[in-house]
């Protein structure tokens, strides 16, 4: 099993990322995936899930702003982030939700909101 994270950059407050996970071997489809938030200093939170047949839930901090969806056929889960502030810096990741074992975080990917 491997998720692959990518999209994340550096950006200026108020700006927007669109983020990606990639995951293969396993049954992607018939897992809630979501997006995990991990704060310089602070532990990994989630942000945003989104269920197998695409009911969505956000984390107060990021409603209104970020969007997830997914793409069953291509085994990728997105995260539109939008009206981007400092406080979204941190480390990104995918994993299912809730995260199970066997399912590793991988790497993530690195946002950071900075003027």
């Known amino acids: 099993v491997q998720l692959q994270a990518s999209g994340g950059g550096l950006v200026q407050p108020g700006g927007s990322l669109r983020l990606s996970c990639a995951a293969s071997g396993m049954i992607f489809s018939i897992y809630p995936m979501g997006w995990y938030h991990q704060a310089p200093g602070k532990q990994r939170e989630l942000a945003a899930t989104i269920t197998r047949d695409g009911s969505v839930v956000y984390a107060d901090s990021v409603k209104g702003r970020f969007t997830i969806s997914r793409d069953n056929a291509k085994n990728t889960v997105y995260l539109q982030m939008n009206s981007l502030k400092p406080e979204d810096t941190g480390v990104y990741y995918c994993?299912?939700?809730?995260?199970?074992?066997?399912?590793?975080w991988g790497r993530g990917t690195q946002v950071t909101v900075s003027s």
């Open positions: 994993n299912t939700v809730p995260a199970r074992v066997g399912v590793p």
